[in-house]
């Protein structure tokens, strides 16, 4: 129900965009968001976005260099990643909960992952 992509290997100070598409009855109803799990490390919120699209919801380590969206014709949520740094390396997962949250637990659906790898 829901499918990211879009990761890659760039260099530092690269970008990669990843979009997350999700099923018509998850994306008009919930709130989504982007977590990483970073190898040997606990997975940790990145960014959110409300079900209107209308409030975002950031980690201090992505703020201002990323940005979450969403395009509710395409059913597609998208974070866009700037200024990229080796420590963003990490499996990335999109995840769909009843309102934005920065806690895992209170995601109900989750994507399969898309790996992104920063390069120094």
């Known amino acids: 129900q829901l499918q990211a992509s879009g990761g890659g290997l760039v260099q530092a100070g690269g970008s990669l965009r990843l979009s997350c598409a999700a099923s018509g009855r998850i994306f008009s109803s919930y709130a989504l968001g982007w977590f990483h799990q970073a190898p040997g490390k606990e997975r940790e919120f990145v960014a959110a976005?409300?079900?209107?699209?209308?409030?975002?919801y950031y980690a201090d380590s992505v703020k201002g260099r990323f940005t979450i969206s969403r395009d509710n014709a395409k059913n597609t949520v998208y974070l866009q990643m700037n200024s990229l740094k080796p420590e963003d390396t990490a499996v990335y997962y999109c995840?769909?909960?009843?309102?934005?949250?920065?806690?895992?637990?209170?995601?109900?659906?989750w994507g399969q992952g898309t790996l992104v790898t920063v390069s120094s």
């Open positions: 976005i409300s079900w209107t699209g209308g409030h975002t």
């Open positions: 995840a769909a909960a009843p309102i934005p949250s920065r806690l895992d637990r209170e995601y109900d659906y």
